[in-house]
């Protein structure tokens, strides 16, 4: 039995897959798509329709499609959808026999290097909730120690002020400290939670992302202080979001870890203000707005080009069979992994 979506999903959508069906309706019967979904306008019900039309004929591509071929002028959905097909085959390759390290590594490459794409397109797609794959792609090199990934979170901050009003814009600034701190820039990274601490003192997702990460830094002593912190303020909020075992466990891996003595690389003022907010009584915040805040611990980041809506002359032509990707070969798409509700948080899908 098939068990198939109908329609290409990935883990990245912005919309439901009954959206997708309801916009690819009433475009095959010429309908006023205006008219199609409450809220969404004629623009982005078309995009939604043509472009998951393109994508659902994707899933069916031959291999050289998949594999090989150049991505040309695929759209950002398209581009989603053929990164969930390389994920889906780098899994089925894990514990194949014959099938080497590199192999795999070129297919997760190719898969990163799609979302990228998406990524550095002029528009936004609709189908997209972009702000999982900035932080994705910032994830891949900032484990590599590529400096890119500072760029990455950046426009992800771009992004989020640009089109969801800033809503997220505190989770955004922990994943910027704690890229710092992946690339070894323990100043600057400490400096933005320090800032963080300040402004909110009983902000338990700073806490929770300096216990669950600080091990990797080397940052033992200070993490076992701010988890400790952060068990006190989860204390008096009688823990709303259940954070307490995550915060014992994290306490204990940094009580046995062996990456420890780091701290002697931190400025010795960073040390004392990082401290000193640790100290700070939770009413004590300055609850400064967090977009002000993010605008003055990241000056540059008005010069952050954002990506633009889409306009009714972004349409494309209207779409055709010829214009689909040849259906000669069918590959199984895996279910997308589950995308948390945006506001991370400090957890990690890793």
Known sequence: MNDRPPHALSRYAAVTEGVIAKCQQDFRAGCDL?????????????????????????????????????????????????????????????????????????????????LEQALDSPTISPLLWYEDIFLDVAQEYRVKGDRRAIELVKRGLTHNLHYNEGNNVDSFLRDLAETYLWLGELDRGLAILIALLRNDPADIWTYNLVAITFDRFGLVDLGVEATRRGLDVLAAADDPDGLHDQLLRSLDNLRQ??????????????????????????????????????????????????????????????????HLPSTEKKHTQSKPRRREKRRRKGKKRR
């Open 34 to 114: 205006g008219r199609s979904i409450p809220g969404l306008d004629a623009t982005k019900a078309t995009l939604i329709a043509v472009q998951s039309l393109v994508a659902d004929a994707l899933v069916h591509a031959p291999l050289d499609v998949i594999l090989v071929r150049p991505f040309g002028p695929l759209d950002d959905w398209s581009l989603a959808i053929l990164a969930e097909i390389l994920f889906s085959i780098e899994d089925q390759m894990r514990g194949r026999i014959g099938i080497l390290k590199a192999q795999r590594r070129k297919v997760l490459e190719r898969a990163w290097a799609a």
């Open 257 to 322: 870890s062996e990456k420890c003595g780091r701290e002697v690389d931190v400025d010795p003022s960073v040390l004392a203000d990082f401290r000193a907010a640790l100290a700070l009584d939770l009413a004590a915040g300055l609850h400064q707005p967090i977009t002000e805040l993010c605008r003055e611990l990241i000056p540059d980041l008005g010069q952050v080009p954002a990506k633009g809506s889409p306009q009714a002359s972004d349409l494309p032509p209207q779409l055709e069979q010829k």
